[in-house]
């Protein structure tokens, strides 16, 4: 099972690099107006669509990867370092306390990657990139 997300992109290219740093592969198809990456850890489809002419835009807050513990974020993390990181320690988002680091890519679509660390009775700390828009 692979959970599947497609994304439109406004620079294919600069997208797929960014996503092949980020996801430490190559795409598994690339076309003129596509790619896509098929991963079995973690298990997605991820698919990148040419924006140009079809007028659509994403609407998500955020997509995110939660990883089973603070050894493979920092191997997440050190994969990332030539991007723009926004570390989040101790943060505290939807209930749950977790350790994590952002990224945005070329089209501003933001990923959060976490290793859980306990409950919050709180839905964010502030301040707090949880969930912001």
Not at 54 to 60: F, Y
Not at 89 to 103: M, Q
Not at 120 to 129: A, D
Request: aromatic share 10%.
């Amino acid at each position: 099972m692979r959970i599947h997300i497609s994304i439109p992109v406004n620079d294919l290219d600069k997208s797929v690099a960014f996503y092949s740093t980020v996801l430490d592969n190559p795409a598994s198809k690339l076309k003129d107006d596509y790619a896509n990456f098929r991963l079995d850890e973690p298990a997605i489809h991820l698919a990148l669509v040419s924006r140009e002419g079809t007028g659509t835009s994403v609407s998500a807050s955020h997509f995110g990867v939660e990883l089973p513990d603070h050894e493979t974020l920092e191997n997440w993390r050190t994969r990332a370092t030539d991007l723009d990181i926004l570390d989040d320690p101790d943060a505290s988002c939807c209930y749950a306390r977790a350790d994590k680091f952002w990224l945005s890519d070329p089209d501003g679509n933001r990923w959060e990657f976490w290793v859980r660390t306990g409950e919050s009775e709180v839905m964010k700390q502030e301040p707090s990139v949880c969930c912001a828009a």
